[in-house]
């Protein structure tokens, strides 16, 4: 049995959908919106936990701050089987008052951890399709747009940022993995429970699944 | 800079076609009611007609970002706000079939044009809602598409012949990138088109048919019907779901 360097999780609790939670936010509502939940790694700023959703398979990990961490987490998953993953963060706004929350349609590749995996003219892109089941589930309420992914987030910036899109969607990319990410208002605390359910399912449809 | 004055020849159309190949305009226009010609000039040609019940422009760009750029500028500045590429490309990644059509989701800046638009480090994205357009059309048209990011060069014979190019290395090192990261195609348009798009704040997407040059060697190339019926159903699509 081989558990994984940094998750400390067995490489056989890994299954194909997984959601990761970025520091800062609670996992609370996706992880009680999962039947047979089980904690089944705890190191560093890890810590995962299984569940099932309607019979099939969830991880919910929850990661620490920044795409150099997160990849770790997102290459040890892959590695052990995970193929739908989605990431979800904050919005760090321009506006801070925003209050809606984002299915990023891209990234601008401000950080230096996609930039080991592609050159910078390869597109930092989610899974169409999967973010395409978070964008229309989430309607009206929000936004469809490109975000910078930084390294260090400034105090001035023109468009919204976040910590790890681009650096997702391009190893997704070079894993040949189906990656999208899901920004929420920097005030967030814990992800509303409509909300947890519409990523559960989006990570849980099969390969392919389109809204 | 050499500017194209479209103007008033495009009559209001909003939604554009945008072939390299000054030939395949005719093809696209057959699928176009109340045809009307406005321009033809070397590599551009263009007419401007009527799909469901919309004015659309049909316009080919030539090959490369340069003068795709110039005339999709020419048409936004005239009011077009919906760019649809419709063009050949060579396969990329491992099992990317010959005649088989790709509906872009991106594209790799590979090319000089976009760098004028947007700093290196923004990606070249199709607009949502013609990637869903292409994909509803392509479900009407039962046409098996594939989904995925296109590579955009400046070089043709870096991409055919890259030990005729002084830089080998660096081409083929970067083509190795590319098949590892699952690129589907290579063209030379797209990412210019998809860049200005971002830049200006209209929407831009691409249909691309594989027609290796190389690869093909033995096959016989059954035209591009397919293609056009796809990128005007595309447009049909984008119509209906912008009512």
Redesign the interface.
């Known amino acids: 049995m081989t558990e994984l360097y940094h998750l400390g999780v067995e490489e056989s609790r890994v299954p194909p959908a997984a959601v990761l939670v970025e520091h800062g936010l609670s996992s609370d509502t996706l992880r009680e919106s999962l039947g047979d939940g089980e904690v089944v790694g705890r190191k560093r700023e890890f810590r995962s936990a299984s569940g099932t959703l309607d019979g099939r398979a969830v991880l919910v990990v929850d990661v620490g701050l920044g795409a150099p961490s997160t990849v770790i987490a997102l290459e040890e998953l892959v590695r052990a089987g995970a193929r739908r993953i989605v990431w979800v963060g904050r919005r760090r706004d321009p506006d801070p008052r925003s209050s809606q929350a984002i299915v990023p349609i891209g990234a601008i590749r401000s950080d230096g951890t996609s930039r080991q995996y592609a050159p910078l003219a390869y597109p930092a892109l989610p899974d169409f399709r999967l973010s395409s089941l978070l964008r229309e589930a989430l309607g009206q309420q929000g936004e469809t747009r490109l975000v910078e992914t930084t390294d260090v987030l400034g105090d001035h910036p023109s468009v919204a940022q976040d910590l790890c899109s681009a650096a997702m969607f391009v190893v997704g990319a070079a894993r040949g993995v189906d990656v999208a990410t899901l920004l929420l208002p920097e005030m967030s605390g814990d992800v509303e429970v409509p909300l947890a359910r519409t990523i559960l399912h989006a990570v849980t449809a099969p390969e392919g699944a389109a809204p | 800079m050499m500017r194209l004055d479209l103007g008033t020849a495009i009559d209001g159309s909003g939604y554009a076609l945008l072939p390299g190949d000054p030939g395949r305009v005719a093809r696209l226009a057959e699928h176009l009611d109340a045809v009307v010609p406005i321009i033809e000039h070397g590599p551009f040609v263009a007419v401007r007609g009527e799909l469901g019940g919309r004015s659309v422009v049909v316009s080919s760009t030539g090959m490369g970002g340069p003068s795709t750029m110039l005339v999709a500028d020419a048409l936004g500045a005239a009011g077009v706000h919906t760019f649809l590429r419709v063009g050949g490309g060579g396969p990329v990644a491992v099992g990317v079939q010959f005649e088989r059509i790709v509906v872009a989701?991106?594209?790799?800046?590979?090319e000089g044009s976009s760098e004028h638009l947007l700093?290196?480090?923004?990606?070249?994205?199709a607009?949502?809602s013609v990637?869903?357009a292409a994909?509803v059309a392509a479900g009407v048209l039962e046409l098996d598409v594939q989904?995925?990011?296109v590579h955009t060069k400046d070089s043709f014979f870096g991409e055919i012949d890259p030990s005729s190019s002084p830089v080998e290395d660096e081409l083929l090192a970067?083509w190795t990138?590319?098949c590892?990261?699952?690129?589907l195609a290579s063209e030379m348009e797209a990412a210019p088109l998809f860049a200005l798009a971002?830049a200006r704040g209209w929407r831009a997407g691409a249909v691309v048919k594989i027609n290796d040059v190389t690869a093909g060697a033995g096959k016989q190339w059954s035209g591009d019907e397919d293609l056009c019926a796809l990128a005007c159903a595309t447009v049909r699509a984008l119509v209906s779901a912008d009512a």
Do not use: D, N
């Open positions: 989701t991106g594209a790799v800046r590979h700093a290196s480090s923004w990606p070249a994205v607009h949502p990637v869903e994909l989904v995925g990011v970067a990138a590319w590892r990261l699952g690129v971002t």
